[in-house]
């Protein structure tokens, strides 16, 4: 065999991928660990309910702020000492949760700086870890980011199972040993992002800008797509527990673990599925066909009489939505190949922001209509609609081409 092949071999980017997973369950940890303990936060530390609700705000509007931060700077900082950087504030917010709220006159600002320190990890991971992949040599790639994505979805899945099951046997008073032992996690990855082989997207100085991505009528279809598939996922997510509860008459506390486990599980099955057969499946068809399932699952939620329908309706778009996030970055990247840093980051907070408004929409109209769940459920089957219509547009380009 030549030097010219072996070449490639001397970099060990398989290391590269083990560190993105962990990446993904850290990101999913800092998601998840914490809204376990809002009621938790309330009892001990006399936190109002008003109070709590900010906490998920303050950490999704701090992932919005690094998603500017990195289309503007990731790439004079560099790959490297961002994403390292990423772990170490995943791993001091969540072990802050243990230490800091005692150690302030007032717990709730404890637990807020906490938040928004892990929340900076999130947000860096959810703009880095996407690109570094992309970067790397790997065959069928889009497969591939697929099943990096499912990671997220299985580490959600873990943190909610291990941390109830951590709960029932050593009793929830014991919460701070939990959130030190999450943050080992993070923690042992610094060193596998510390030696792992990264490489850049593109030629230093050579990526596109951020005017002239919104200069690239490409680049607005793909900001489509990525909102709407932060919607279409989060939008039905948000109200899985609500779901749970009224198919199968499950307490509340139960139905928010078995709602919000079931769509992840489906979820990270679909990312699967796809990771694995990728190569033999188009991506822009299989998000199709994923696109037209969700509106289904949004319709058979919305529109059936039956409960237990409309649970299935629930899980079953944690499936559809699998490929979308994922997919989209697969998409645009062989398309923009010089978008660089600013495109992934760019996607990202369209994708968060689709996270926002879906939610808000659903929640705005359901209120609107009498606490009519349903119909507020029926307003959101518009934003699979409107992906699969702008999928179809990419297609049509694309056959002109």
């Given at each position: 065999?030549?030097?010219?092949?072996?070449?490639?071999?001397?970099k060990?980017?398989?290391?590269?991928?083990?560190?993105?997973?962990l990446g993904?369950?850290?990101?999913?940890?800092?998601?998840?660990?914490a809204?376990l303990?809002?009621l938790?936060f309330?009892?001990?530390?006399g936190?109002?309910?008003?109070q709590i609700?900010?906490?998920?705000?303050?950490?999704?509007?701090?992932?919005?702020?690094?998603?500017l931060?990195?289309a503007?700077f990731?790439d004079?900082?560099g790959?490297?000492?961002?994403v390292?950087?990423?772990?170490?504030t995943s791993?001091l917010g969540?072990a802050?949760?243990?230490l800091l709220?005692?150690?302030l006159?007032?717990?709730f600002?404890?637990?807020?700086i906490?938040?928004?320190i892990y929340?900076?990890?999130?947000?860096?991971?959810?703009?880095?870890?996407s690109p570094?992949?992309?970067?790397c040599?790997?065959?069928?790639?889009?497969?591939?980011?697929?099943?990096?994505?499912?990671?997220?979805?299985?580490g959600?899945?873990?943190?909610i199972?291990?941390?109830?099951l951590?709960f029932?046997?050593f009793g929830?008073?014991?919460w701070?040993?939990?959130a030190?032992?999450?943050a080992l996690?993070?923690?042992?990855?610094?060193y596998n992002?510390s030696?792992?082989p990264?490489?850049?997207?593109?030629?230093?100085g050579?990526?596109m800008?951020?005017g002239?991505l919104?200069?690239?009528?490409l680049?607005?279809?793909?900001?489509?797509?990525?909102?709407?598939?932060?919607a279409?996922e989060?939008?039905?997510?948000?109200w899985?527990?609500a779901?749970?509860e009224?198919?199968l008459?499950?307490?509340?506390?139960?139905?928010?673990?078995?709602?919000?486990?079931?769509?992840?599980?489906?979820?990270g099955i679909?990312?699967?599925?796809?990771?694995?057969?990728?190569?033999?499946?188009?991506?822009?068809?299989?998000?199709?066909?994923?696109g037209?399932?969700?509106l289904?699952c949004?319709l058979?939620?919305?529109?059936?009489?039956q409960p237990?329908l409309?649970l299935v309706?629930?899980?079953?778009?944690?499936?559809?939505?699998?490929?979308?996030?994922p997919?989209?970055?697969s998409l645009?990247s062989?398309?923009l190949?010089?978008g660089g840093?600013?495109?992934?980051?760019?996607?990202a907070?369209?994708g968060?922001?689709?996270g926002a408004?879906?939610p808000?929409?659903v929640?705005?109209?359901?209120?609107?209509?009498?606490?009519r769940?349903?119909t507020?459920m029926?307003?959101g089957?518009v934003?699979?609609?409107?992906?699969i219509v702008?999928l179809l547009?990419?297609?049509?380009?694309?056959?002109?081409k």
């Open positions: 065999m030549s030097d010219e092949k072996q070449m490639p071999e001397k060990n980017y398989r290391q590269t991928l083990i560190a993105c997973y993904f369950i850290t990101q999913a940890i800092t998601a998840n660990f809204p303990l809002f938790k309330h009892a001990d530390y936190i109002s309910l008003g609700a900010l906490i998920p705000t303050a950490f999704f509007l701090t992932q919005l702020l690094v998603d931060f990195c503007r990731v004079a900082i790959y490297r000492r961002s390292v950087a990423s772990e170490i791993a969540l802050g949760l243990a709220p005692d150690m006159p007032d717990p600002v404890g637990v807020m906490c938040v928004v929340a900076v990890g999130s947000g860096l991971i959810e703009v880095l870890v570094i992949v992309e970067a040599p790997f065959d069928n790639k889009d497969a591939v980011m697929s099943l990096l994505h499912s990671f997220y979805c299985w959600s899945v873990g943190v199972l291990l941390s109830t951590f029932a046997v929830i008073a014991h701070k040993i939990l030190c032992a999450w996690i993070p923690l042992y990855n610094i992002f030696v792992c990264i490489e850049r997207l593109t030629e230093e050579k990526g800008t951020i002239g919104f200069n690239t009528p680049f607005w279809l793909a900001i489509i797509l990525m909102i709407c598939a932060g279409s989060l939008s039905m997510a948000q899985a527990s779901y749970t009224a198919a008459g499950f307490p509340k506390t139960v139905g928010d673990l078995v709602g919000p486990c079931l769509f992840a599980v489906t979820m679909s990312r699967v599925i796809y990771g694995k057969m990728g190569g033999k499946i188009e991506l822009s068809r299989f998000m199709v066909g994923s037209c399932l969700c289904l949004y058979l939620a919305s529109l059936s009489t237990i409309g309706g629930c899980v079953l778009c944690g499936f559809s939505v699998g490929i979308m996030w997919g989209t970055i645009i062989p398309r190949p010089q840093t600013a495109m992934f980051a760019l996607l907070m369209s968060d922001l689709g408004f879906g808000s929409l929640g705005f109209v359901t209120q609107q209509a009498g606490d769940l349903q507020g029926l307003v089957s934003f699979p609609l409107i992906l702008a547009l990419l297609r049509r380009h694309e056959s002109k």
